[in-house]
């Protein structure tokens, strides 16, 4: 069971400001989470895989290979502003 000074500590080193009634829920909340720790703990687990997505995922994204860029005419015909061919970015504000 987490106490009212571990959720304290921990809330300090999260730079938190708790109500009283917040660490209470808290340490009710966090005493739960590692009593749901403990019991997944006591699983038997050789020989189950890691895994890193609850589903297979194959080729998420495309392949990074070099291709031509766009002409620089085509690029800045869409921008907004240009100056000596670039972009023309505000100055940030001070």
Known sequence: MIDREQVLHVAR?????????EVETMAS???SILGHIETIS???LEGVPATTHVVE???ALR???PRESLPR???LAAAPATQDGGFLVPSPQA
């Open 42 to 44: 006591e699983l038997d």
């Open 57 to 59: 995922v194959a080729n």
């Open 13 to 21: 080193l999260a730079r938190l400001r708790l109500s009283d009634e």
């Open 63 to 65: 392949a990074d290979e």
């Open 29 to 31: 909340e966090l005493s």
């Open 73 to 75: 005419d085509v690029v």
